[in-house]
């Protein structure tokens, strides 16, 4: 049988000739301005890669082997949970995560730590042959060696469990912005429950490195990156200076990550985080071996608005630390951000891995990423950034004393502080929140069941927390603001669309200003046009509204719209328009025109200002 080649009808190209002919289709416009792209950490993205052919496979997880399907089990109450878990197990998942009020992961629900509680929430379950993750609080320090109580009174073998005991105090301290003791009296306490699980029988391990703490306060990749690295080489370090040899120390800790919408950049970060902890093994006298690294799909992506969209974000999520090689996956449930999901929810979340893995057959292939130009450029380039900024955290004394003293949470605030920018400008679009919003969207289920109240723990160090929170918040604190109005006074804000000429010419710009407007709850009010200005007038004085939006196209606007401007102003309205006003700016504004809308503006602060305007 002849050799066949893919695309040998066609003759071999380079970058030269591909760069013609995009210079051709730019005609004169910046390349580097149009087609390349920067991410949060300052790396460069290309628009196109060749293939990285010396590229090595990064050492995870085997090709063949599925990653752990795991399930959350978050019900506060412990037959409640029970119930749930059982019926995930039943039907596919093949692990659990245990978390406990007040965890980094909790999002207002958990269970306590006692020890009953947790013998409740897993009767039933087989604890030899379902793996088992937890996710601790620092209100519930106890949990760990209440969870190996409840194994032990089930007669099971420690030796013969999955469970990943997740201790993560150094994490729980940047996110809780205090730490309860001194980072050596923490260290010894924690080697003392490691010693003492181990002592039980329990394989381990004992502690994660968590980088969810700072994704979820708006860090970067790097960001995250670092601050586990940094985590877990103190952890390495606790467990040598208690006696434990390095070889079984690495054993002893595991990592867990965000995994996000950014489907290339959280596979980098993934296989980023493998390469560096390969480093540092390396650094250690090891010889490198595969870490256990578990994903979480992430917080601040999630919507309460259209959060059907989530299973959008999540399903991307999923797939990414699929490819990424991580080793358990748990998917939050798309209505996570309403309250406690319900049945549905959770079967959507399980069969979403299920399919992927089943269906998608996802994880038949050993890191299938190996080799692609643009996620080998962005590994390499992640974990480039992420050692850098890990040295600073070694620079200030490691770990504690960097968490204590603001290293990471102060970078990581510059991050938030520019994503929530980019957010408000649209720059990073949120569908159904800040983008394609639908003002009558149906309500979803979730379960009638509060959000636990966790009390603070006394605190005998104080500093900057890495607060988690929600992109899409502040549209959707402007949507609340307009349902509440709704219900009490049976009616939106409005904003009156003032369109100008015919259909063809102002249905473009009507559209962008209807979609503006209600991603803040302002209903747009817009017909099929108007035979002439006093009609547009008298449209508009009958609306009720005191908000009206020019809607047209550039050369309507340079014959009509200060004139529209003035006579609307003088009907009673708040004027704004749609688009940039050009050389007409001036004019406009002496006629009374507030403010113009258009691609990149601040949406969010004009939609704050238009809730002012009409008295919302």
């Known amino acids: 049988m002849s050799h066949l080649s893919f695309a040998a009808e066609f003759p071999p190209t380079d970058t030269a000739e591909w760069r013609k002919l995009v210079d051709a289709a730019l005609k004169g416009a910046d390349f580097e301005k149009r087609l390349v792209s920067r991410s949060y950490d300052g790396l460069r993205i290309e628009p196109l890669y060749p293939r990285a052919s010396h590229a090595r496979p990064v050492a995870g997880r085997a090709g063949g082997e599925p990653w752990q399907v795991a399930q959350r089990v978050d019900h506060p109450d412990p037959a409640e949970a029970n119930k749930q878990a059982l019926t995930d197990l039943e039907n596919g998942a093949t692990g659990l995560t245990l978390v406990f009020a007040g965890a980094i992961g909790g999002y207002g629900y958990g269970l306590d730590g006692a020890e009953a509680t947790i013998a409740r929430a897993l009767d039933n379950v087989w604890l030899d042959a379902v793996a088992i993750e937890t996710d601790f609080s620092a209100q519930q320090k106890e949990a760990g060696l209440n969870l190996a109580k409840a194994v032990k009174a089930r007669g099971i073998d420690p030796a013969k469990t999955q469970i990943r005991f997740a201790h993560d105090p150094l994490g729980l301290m940047a996110r809780n912005g205090a730490a309860p003791r001194p980072w050596a009296e923490t260290a010894k306490l924690l080697a003392g429950f490691a010693a003492d699980l181990a002592g039980q029988g329990f394989k381990g391990p004992f502690a994660v490195a968590d980088g969810r703490a700072v994704h979820a306060a708006g860090g970067s990749e790097a960001q995250e990156l670092a601050f586990a690295l940094g985590n877990a080489v103190a952890y390495l370090r606790m467990f040598a200076d208690s006696g434990v040899p390095l070889e079984r120390a690495r054993d002893l800790i595991f990592f867990r990550l965000a ?44 919507t309460q608005r259209d959060p059907y969209v989530n299973m959008l974000r999540t399903t991307i999520a999923i797939t990414a630390a699929g490819l990424g090689g991580a ?43 190996a080799g692609a130009g643009g996620i080998e450029a962005l590994t390499a380039q992640l974990a480039q950034a992420a050692w850098s900024l890990f040295q600073d955290i070694e620079k200030a004394g490691g770990a504690a004393d960097a968490i204590a003293q603001g290293v990471i949470q102060k970078k990581v605030a510059e991050t938030r502080k520019a994503r929530q920018a980019n957010v408000a400008r649209r720059k990073d679009p949120l569908t159904g929140a800040s983008e394609f919003p639908h003002l009558g969207e149906a309500t979803v289920k979730v379960l009638d069941v509060p959000r636990v109240k966790v009390a603070a723990l006394p605190a005998a160090i104080s500093f900057d927390s890495l607060s988690a929170m929600r992109l899409a918040e502040p549209f959707e604190a402007l949507r609340d603001k307009s349902d509440d109005l709704a219900r009490k006074s049976g009616a939106r804000p409005k904003v009156f669309l003032a369109t100008l000429g015919k259909l063809s010419e102002f249905t473009a710009r009507a559209t962008y200003a209807r979609n503006f407007y209600e991603a803040g709850g302002i209903e747009a009010l817009a017909g099929d046009g108007y035979k002439d200005r006093a009609a547009m007038l008298a449209a508009f004085k009958a609306s009720g509204t005191k908000l009206a939006c020019l809607c047209s196209s550039d050369k309507v606007y340079e014959a009509e719209a200060v004139d529209a401007a ?19 700016e001036a004019a406009l504004k002496d006629a009374g025109v507030k403010t113009f809308i258009y691609v990149g503006c601040d949406v969010l602060s004009t939609l704050q200002a238009a809730h002012d305007s009409v008295g919302a």
């Not at 980098?268 to 870490?291: C, I, T, Y």
């Not at 003035?566 to 007409?584: F, N, S």
């Open 259 to 302: 995994a996000d919408a950014d489907e290339f950049m959280t596979i980098a970060k993934f296989r980023a985080m493998r390469k560096l902890w390969a480093h540092v093994e390396e650094a250690s006298g090891l010889d490198p071996q595969p870490a256990f690294v578990s994903a979480e799909t992430a917080w601040r992506m999630m």
């Open 566 to 584: 003035r006579e609307l102003i003088a009907a009673g309205a708040t004027v704004h328009l749609a688009g940039r006003p050009g050389e007409l």
């Open 327 to 369: 080793d358990s996956v748990s998917a939050l449930a798309f209505t996570a951000a309403l309250g406690l999901p319900d049945a549905f929810a959770r079967r959507v979340a399980r069969n979403q891995q299920l399919m992927l893995l089943e269906e998608s057959n996802l994880y038949r292939v050993a890191d299938p990423a």
